[in-house]
């Protein structure tokens, strides 16, 4: 075989610009694809090539297997590259591409296949004596039959679909009474995700971690392992954190499940970059899940701790090489943390979110890297997968490389679309992270612990961040040196966590609160980091920050701000409520009203004029 010299990739976003990459370094052309959602994405103006293969809907372009076969022979590839997710464990595909004389980077057909059906990868795996989760997975599909079978495996039961993926067909069963509902549910999950209805059951592992075990293997039936991953965090039976080396697990358990790993890989004649799912049960007992043929997600984390490029070595062992390394060359080095970054609303069950991205800033990383496919103006649409991107940074140890995707996660700035980042930056100060406390179920069942500033906290730095930002830090400063003797309430009406918030503050609660460590806005939306912990707030209108005012003979400025109307002369009488002056500060214009009926005796300020807080701005007669 020949080594490759140009990749076709058949995928978009994080993961065909994480591909071209290591193409380039290698010096290796690269072909991106793209649907018509995608004609200006990052990863087509980072390819050599791009090839344009149907519609924004997947079925139409990325799913499309003839679209591709097209693409694949005006570029001229020699080899097909397809990522993960899309036609990446679709056997089919492979197939075509052989067909074609076209090189599948990925495992052979009759691998894909026989992983494909959790089924058959679990009667192939406890032929080959690797423990699998208690449960049914033979053919028979009768409700009663599988009924039969949850009685017999003892609730709690999960139904999952066989050809399942990305948590999608999975039903929990509690006992008896639900399970014909949960059955028909994961069945039409099932079938309209993947085409297929077929279920197994399986034991649930209350209080599981998922352990996986990555694996390499090569043609001349060199197979190694790149050491495991704890993916334990999980929402909706989806990854959202993965780190590497798994420390909370004994060595001796660890070396069990590597080679396990390896002989799963073995006897099912294996090549290319595999993953062997475990779940780990409370006394570190471990079960086979399933193995995922393909590149992972989270494979970075490997990369980091390991030192190797697992893209390079899926080129070299699709090129025919053999593997560049053997196992006692390949050694753990410190800790590897990567977060996903998604697009969607944690305050409301982790659904997917829309929208265009505003404002992106990704910030330099220390030991760290950054995967994406996105950039400020690209639109997050509803047909592909809401990853923005992933984080991934190394520590010499596991609390070092924790400090490091915290300082990280903390200095992105995102505004358009609702996001995790807040989430993720709490969840990673949480004591059930910190402690390795964390299983599968832990998100979805709400048994993680927030340590959560109270909401007087927040509004006094919410304040102080709106202030400062009013006035620019050079007079913040001497802002803060400010004695005032009779404070007006400041009121803020804010969203965070889900919540809306109405807050009375005094001016000098403000000045005693503690400035926030960092103030990213955009428009409504403010995000905030408060000891180190990010949150994200939106101001509930443009009024949210009206300012009410003490009464008295005269009016003054609540607040530093510029002057952008004055509706009143010297001599009118007003009344009660009245606006008299508009002023921005905050970025927002606040109307100042009259305290009570009265007649106006002097007007102090003029409009385009800057004032400071306490400055008198109008007088009345007494
Ligand atoms: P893994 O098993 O690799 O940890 P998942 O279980 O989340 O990851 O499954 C892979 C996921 O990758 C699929 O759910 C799919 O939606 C998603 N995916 C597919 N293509 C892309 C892409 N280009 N960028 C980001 N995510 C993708
Ligand atoms: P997918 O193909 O969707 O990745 P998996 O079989 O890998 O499906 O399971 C996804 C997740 O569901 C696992 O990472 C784990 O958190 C949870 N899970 C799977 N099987 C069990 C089980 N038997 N008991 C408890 N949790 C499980
Ligand atoms: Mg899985």
Redesign the pocket.
């Known amino acids: 075989m020949s080594p490759i010299k140009k990749v076709l990739i058949a995928?978009?976003?994080?993961?065909?610009c994480r591909i071209i990459d290591t193409c380039r370094r290698l010096n290796v052309r690269t072909v991106a694809v793209y649907s018509d959602a995608d004609r200006r994405a990052r990863h087509v103006r980072l390819a050599d090539e791009a090839v344009h293969i149907g519609a924004a809907e997947p079925t139409a372009s990325y799913l499309n297997i003839e679209a591709l076969l097209l693409a694949v022979q005006q570029s001229g590839a020699d080899a097909v590259h397809p990522?993960?997710?899309?036609l990446s464990e679709k056997a089919e595909f492979a197939r075509a591409l052989e067909a074609a004389g076209v090189r599948f980077i990925g495992p052979p057909v009759a691998a894909i296949e026989l992983m494909g059906s959790k089924s058959a990868a679990k009667a192939t795996m406890e032929a080959a004596g690797v423990p699998c989760v208690p449960g049914y997975h033979g053919e028979d599909q009768r409700p009663e039959h599988l009924q039969r079978e949850a009685e017999r495996i003892g609730y709690p039961v999960l139904i999952k679909a066989v050809s399942g993926?990305?948590?999608k067909g999975m039903k929990i069963v509690h006992n008896a009474a639900e399970f014909n509902d949960a059955l028909a549910s994961a069945q039409r999950e099932a079938s309209k995700a993947f085409g297929d209805a077929t279920v197994l059951l399986e034991k649930y592992i209350s209080n599981p971690r998922h352990i996986e075990v990555q694996v390499f293997a090569d043609a001349h039936g060199g197979v190694v392992h790149l050491f495991e991953r704890d993916?334990s965090t999980q929402r909706r039976y989806?990854?959202i954190i993965e780190e590497a080396p798994a420390s909370s697990l004994h060595t001796e358990t660890l070396g069990r499940m590597h080679r396990a790993a390896v002989e799963a890989a073995g006897a099912i004649g294996y090549c290319g970059a595999g993953t062997v799912e475990f779940i780990v049960d409370a006394d570190q007992s471990f079960y086979f899940m399933e193995m995922?043929t393909r590149l992972?997600?989270?494979h970075r984390v490997t990369e980091q701790i390991t030192g190797e490029d697992l893209v390079a070595w899926q080129l070299r062992v699709a090129g025919g090489e053999r593997l560049p390394k053997s196992q006692s060359e390949l050694a753990v080095r410190g800790h590897s943390i990567q977060v996903r970054i998604y697009a969607e609303d944690p305050e409301a069950g982790f659904l997917p979110s829309t929208g265009r991205i505003q404002q992106l800033q990704w910030p330099e990383l220390d030991h760290g890297l950054i995967d994406t496919?996105v950039e400020a103006g690209s639109e997050i649409g509803i047909h592909?997968?809401p990853?923005i991107a992933k984080l991934v940074v190394w520590g010499r140890d596991r609390d070092e490389a924790l400090e490091r995707v915290r300082d990280g996660l903390a200095r992105c700035v995102l505004f358009g679309v609702q996001t995790n980042l807040a989430y993720l930056s709490r969840l990673l100060r949480s004591e059930a992270f910190v402690q390795q406390r964390l299983f599968t179920n832990s998100i979805d069942d709400g048994q993680i612990e927030f340590n959560e500033p109270d909401a007087q906290q927040l509004a006094g730095a919410l304040a102080r961040a709106l202030v400062a930002e009013s006035a620019g830090d050079g007079v913040w400063q001497s802002a803060d040196q400010w004695r005032l003797q009779s404070p007006a309430p400041v009121h803020l009406h804010f969203r965070h966590g889900g919540e809306m918030q109405e807050m009375h503050l005094t001016w000098a609660d403000v000045q005693r609160a503690r400035q926030p460590e960092q103030v990213h806005r955009h428009r409504q939306q403010i995000h905030l980091l408060l000891d180190g912990v990010r949150h994200e707030l939106t101001l509930a209108d443009s009024e949210a920050a009206q300012l009410a005012l003490d009464a008295g003979e005269r009016i003054t400025a609540p607040m530093p701000g510029k002057i952008i109307e004055v509706r009143v002369a010297k001599g009118d009488r007003v009344h009660s409520g009245e606006a008299l002056v508009v002023m921005e500060a905050m970025k927002m214009e606040l109307k100042i009203t009259a305290p009570a009926d009265a007649e106006v005796a002097e007007v102090n300020v003029k409009v385009g004029e800057q004032v400071a807080a306490e400055h008198s701005l109008i007088e009345f007669v007494t």
């Not at 995928?11 to 065909?16: L, P, T």
């Open positions: 995928n978009r976003g994080e993961i065909a990522g993960y997710g899309f993926g990305g948590g993916c989806q990854k995922n992972q997600v989270e496919g592909y997968d990853m």
